[in-house]
């Protein structure tokens, strides 16, 4: 008789396999939590611009919300240059599978039309995560130029053409977008001096150095109030609750005219599906939790936390909408 069919030995065989069997079930179980340990460290967001701007707010208060509930820290790394194309093309590049970028009006609608060539390709070297906040445009002047609104800023223009200057944080940029929109609807001619940033601009701007800008509110609202800076009108469809005498473009003549920030979270695309699921959960929790909403409004920022889909469909909206306005007013790159 074979020695694998001896009688004596058929119980511990059966014995055998089934522990063999109940091990390898017992195991799925840990294998699968151990891939789902995500994120195992840190999760770094890089935000392409210097400190001191709209971006610097948005992504500090949800990095500080999604800290609570990822199970990991949330730590925001200032790099910029170049317009965004450095630290979007690094993240782009990034291996660890925790590194993530803070998308913008200028990186993801501007830069593809704007750039011959760009390192980075916004539609397959990223996927959207989620919309976070949308920030109104506020076109503000030093107090010592002449004109308490727009319309008299307009006519200071048209009398001495190209003698004015506005200043932005760089070419392409989203207060670079707003002020030529600007332009092109009222047929002025203000001069651009373009800035490695909001913050630098803005000391220049307070300084009196620059005569005027147009920034998101967040980055403005306190000089406003301390008088540092004088606002001539809103980019937003209605008046601010925090500016309640400081009327639209549109109520100044320009009808239909509407000008906003944007910012959202970007992944690469390379990340696993699940992990992007997460974050995308998470970050639609952190940009609708109160904690955002109120941090938000005390800056004048509108929180959204979109889902992925919405806010990829919004991307592309952008992007239509920029590229004429981009192509008429000529902007190039540095």
């Not at 889909?309 to 592309?316: G, L, Q, Y």
């Amino acid at each position: 008789m074979p020695l694998a069919t001896h009688p004596l030995l058929i119980p511990s065989r059966r014995r055998w396999l089934q522990q063999g069997s109940a091990l390898a079930l017992a195991t799925l179980p840990v294998l699968g939590r151990a891939q789902a340990a995500w994120p195992s460290k840190p999760l770094r967001l890089v935000v392409p611009f210097s400190p001191g701007g709209s971006s610097e707010i948005v992504a500090r208060s949800v990095a500080a919300e999604l800290s609570k509930t990822i199970g990991q820290n949330v730590f925001v790394d200032n790099k910029p240059g170049a317009a965004g194309n450095i630290a979007m093309q690094e993240v782009a590049n990034s291996e660890d599978g925790h590194t993530l970028i803070l998308g913008h009006i200028g990186t993801l609608a501007v830069n593809p039309f704007i750039f011959p060539k760009l390192p980075y390709d916004a539609a397959k070297d990223f996927v959207p995560v989620s919309l976070l906040s949308k920030v109104p445009s506020l076109y503000v002047v030093h107090p010592d130029v002449p004109a308490k609104n727009l319309v008299e800023l307009i006519a200071l223009a048209k009398k001495s053409p190209g003698q004015l200057n506005y200043g932005s944080a760089g070419n392409g940029s989203a207060g670079h977008l707003a002020f030529e929109y600007l332009k092109m609807a009222s047929n002025i001619s203000i001069l651009h001096i373009p800035f490695r940033g909001t913050g630098p601009m803005l000391t220049d701007l307070m300084s009196g150095r620059l005569q005027a800008a147009a920034v998101g509110a967040p980055a403005l609202i306190q000089f406003i109030k301390a008088g540092r800076l004088r606002c001539i009108a809103t980019g937003t469809s209605e008046r601010l609750p925090q500016l309640p005498d400081v009327p639209t473009v549109a109520e100044q003549g320009f009808k239909g005219f509407e000008m906003t920030q944007w910012y959202g979270l970007l992944a690469p695309a390379k990340w696993p599906k699940a992990n992007v699921a997460k974050l995308e959960a998470e970050a639609i929790k952190a940009g609708q939790s109160q904690a955002v909403r109120e941090k938000m409004a005390a800056d004048t920022a509108l929180a959204v936390g979109s889902t992925a889909s919405e806010f990829d469909a919004f991307i592309k909206t952008e992007q239509a909408r920029w590229k004429p306005v981009i192509a008429r007013a000529q902007i190039k790159a540095d």
